[in-house]
């Protein structure tokens, strides 16, 4: 059962971009949403003040909670010492090896409300290692949450939502007010689930080739695809051609699927 005795709230610290969760309500919902079991694995990035841990350290078989903060770190290890199903692990997301972490106990459940501040390079990390989880529930700013989920055309669409739905399927959760936070953030907030396609749409290698190729034509994405898709092919009219794209279209008006077939014309052109 999750401990009874929450830690003291320390000062929350700007350089880690810290909003601590602290609606109860808000974090049952998170949970209820990720659907988890007795059996399940849990990865839980920046607990923070543990409102969500607690929860997590009730439903779960070994739960890993990822905190940067050497304080709040310490107040989790003490609080969940006698729950040693729970692991604390003092540490930057970012630089984990997840797959050093977790390889044993796959698939893995990730459930957490990320650091706004490193948020997307956290959440393009979790997507490159997919292979360790089964689904994600995450809280991200709700502007960040628009994006993952934008579609063709739309003005969020961008290198962000391709990036992320060739990786998975992503589904909104619900919107998340500042008041749930202490201290509050200027932002909305919105609950996000994301699971990764099995089997995977394309390769790693693959990944990376069009991930570079959305990249480019998005650092551009008012010019039109024949001269953006010229910083990565000579030929561009030619490989727009091989796949049925109109070279005067934009970048934002391409599918998940376009870019498939869009970067693999272009692997075909330089041999």
Known sequence: MPSSTPAARPRPRKRFGQHFLVQLGVARR???LAELGPTTNVLEIGPGMGVLTRLLAGVSAHLWAIEVDRDLAGLLRNEFADQPHVHIVEADALTVDFGTLLRPYVPVAVVANLPYNIATPLLLKLLAAADLF??????LQREVVA???ALPGSKAYGSLSVAVQLAAEVQTGFGVGPAAFAPRPKVDSAVVV???HRPPRVTAPEREQIERVVRTVFEQRRKQLGNSLQRVVPDAGKVLAAVGIDP???PETLSVDDFVRLTRAVAAAAG
């Open 30 to 32: 998170i949970v209820a």
């Open 134 to 139: 089964s689904h994600m529930v995450l809280m």
């Open 147 to 149: 994006r993952l989920c």
């Open 194 to 196: 994301v699971r990764p």
């Open 248 to 250: 005067r279209r934009r």
